[in-house]
DNA sequence: GATGAATGAGGGTTCATTCAT
DNA sequence: AATGAATGAACCCTCATTCAT
């Protein structure tokens, strides 16, 4: 879990204060590690300079306490909701598609980062953390695409291969809308309609690929 | 299609070593506009930093200019090459796979320029820019997705969500693939497998999608 | 001496902890005043930072207590310990030599932090602190080279440039080892040779310039 | 003799230029290497900042050019001009004095930078920088106490220790004078009074130590 | 056209010092 | 008295951009 050098401190910190930071840092580091500048995290923060490499060293810890942070939510916010003893794959699809969504509203830069940190890896993160980011990713995997009911698909198709159809789908869906999507009003306003759409997909891949 | 100030001096430029700095600034401006760096760029190219000011202005209009470019590519070394006759979607989708896998092949940079482009836009290229590269993307699309015989699809499916559950599904595969992996041997090497197995979700899709 | 406006509230310390600061800071000053970090000595000293301030206001405040203390061992551990009444200067000089052996021994750093803070001079110390400094300074040359037998040595030298010849070389000699010690230990083992071949060199001084 | 990677750019420099950069920083480098700083130093040789890095690279590549440059300065216009011919140890010492005293009068930091690099030695300069500067200062002993007509010491003095006698002898004396001599102005007034001094320590010198 | 020396604003990091508790 | 969180000035270094040659 990185039990890097500074964690006591950050843990002392003050938790509305430690929130702050960790909002803005991932709003800035969804940016990219070397585009991102510590001056407008701590500005947008309401903190000095100072503190912040108080408290996380350098630029690349503070990196490091955010991806890691973010992988803990991906566990405690998202995995730990999905339903393990649903094994209609089509219908868990759609539900972590809706967990997703609430994740996505909760904390509105986390999937930006987390994309920008898979696309960025190797370069930036700590061996230890970059282990545990591969982890949670391979875990996150895991535990959408375990225990299905390979019964429920057409004879003579290969089930795994039919799960990522369903899966790289509704990716494909989201990434588009998102794509087409300007502003957070936008996305409100359009959440409804996005949601029947998504809709439609899933009742053409259960027509499609369920027997 | 962005008749910047210095257009005309650019295609002044001596080509070979127009080329040159092409190649470069788009494997370079692969990693992101702000971590990719002019001295780089010109070293690769083999020119002086001097000149490269001379011919683009700034580093924004370089990035403008590979932006530019790289879209011209897409419409003449892959929009251009696709059989719009071809009325069959997936097989359709099948060429244009090949196609990509040529063109990446031809400019190794390119793909991966074109991806970061996207997650960066709005950010670098000049609103002209953005608005051909917008453009580029939408034509491909459209490209793709225009002209099929919808009346191959099994009937009760909606015909443009059925095309775009297809076209998700190679992004996707191609996308993991990437993903997994590490180097250019690597990829030579795994090549043969990598095309059987994209066959087979082919399969899958035309087995389950179509009539 | 040196009545600076701290120096009430320095002596109400609890004189164990005041100690320790005294230590760690003069070990850390030994590096040069601006090497020095007080994140270190408060560290070693096992006191908060704002202790330190508190009791010495600023770093050059403290950096001043700790000459001024220096000076004090000076007057009251080594000056005070050379035998007046001995008037064979090479004698003096000897005895002195294996006082500052002892008292290195004692303060480990203490030499060192007057090497340095000799070289540094002018820079850090305010106008008192320095004035005591440089009066301890000539007060040792004094004691040293004052109530000597030149009678001793030979006709037609001057005795008080003999007697710096004396005091050079054992000083010579004393810097070249310290120059070829590497650790505490190479020190230790090598004390006896040290002092033996010392006692060489204060054999050849008598040879040569006493009669 | 240290090619690092600048060494060239350094070369291609403006020589004056370089002259006030080395100057300069030979300067602020003898205060140490921590407490000198580069915005002095560009300040007085009239470049900017940048400058500075473009040629060489890093503080750190400032500071072992200059030391490299020190240790070049000594072998051509110290070593080189040392009468190798000459035995008399004594003689010997005396013009070598009077070589440093040119010496330290064109270079005015020279030989404080040099002790400042002596005493802080293994922690700032690269491996290969500090092998030169060591074997510059063995060489620089070496040279001296070589080749010296042991002959001339009294009967049963040990030749290498009575011309240590000596050498320290000088060294202290000249170390004091430095110490008292407050400006530049004072040394000038100073000057034949400290030749004149010296001479007669040199005459003490011959008379205990010689035949 | 072509070069690369020169600039300076911007960014990460350190550290003495302050202050609320 | 005692703590350590908080601050910001100062420092090293990078890099897009300019300009004299």
């Not at 006591?8 to 960790?22: G, L, T």
């Not at 991102?36 to 923060?45: G, L, M, P, Y």
């Not at 699809?93 to 809706?98: G, H």
Request: aromatic share 12%.
């Amino acid at each position: 879990m990185g039990e890097s050098l500074e964690t006591h401190k950050i843990m002392a910190m003050d938790s509305e204060k430690r929130e702050r930071v960790i909002n803005a840092a991932m709003k800035e580091f969804a940016k990219g590690f070397k585009v991102a500048c510590t001056d407008r995290i701590v500005k947008e923060a309401g903190i000095s300079k100072g503190l912040l490499f108080h408290y996380f060293g350098t630029k690349s810890g503070l990196y490091n306490y955010i991806l890691e942070n973010a992988c803990e939510v991906i566990y405690n916010e998202y995995l730990a909701l999905i339903d393990t003893e649903q094994m209609d794959i089509i219908e868990k699809l759609w539900q972590t598609t809706l967990l997703k969504m609430d994740l996505s509203y909760k904390h509105p830069a986390l999937f930006d980062f987390l994309a920008k940190a898979y696309v960025e890896q190797k370069e930036n993160p700590d061996a230890e953390t970059a282990k545990y980011f591969a982890k949670t990713r391979s875990d996150a995997v895991e535990k959408v695409l375990e225990n299905i009911d390979t019964s429920l698909f057409k004879d003579g198709i290969d089930a795994k291969k039919a799960a990522n159809i369903a899966l790289w789908t509704l990716n494909g869906y989201s990434t588009s809308q998102i794509t087409n999507t300007k502003s957070m009003e936008d996305y409100q306003n359009e959440y409804e309609r996005y949601l029947e759409e998504l809709k439609e997909y899933i009742e053409i891949l259960r027509k499609t690929l369920y027997k």
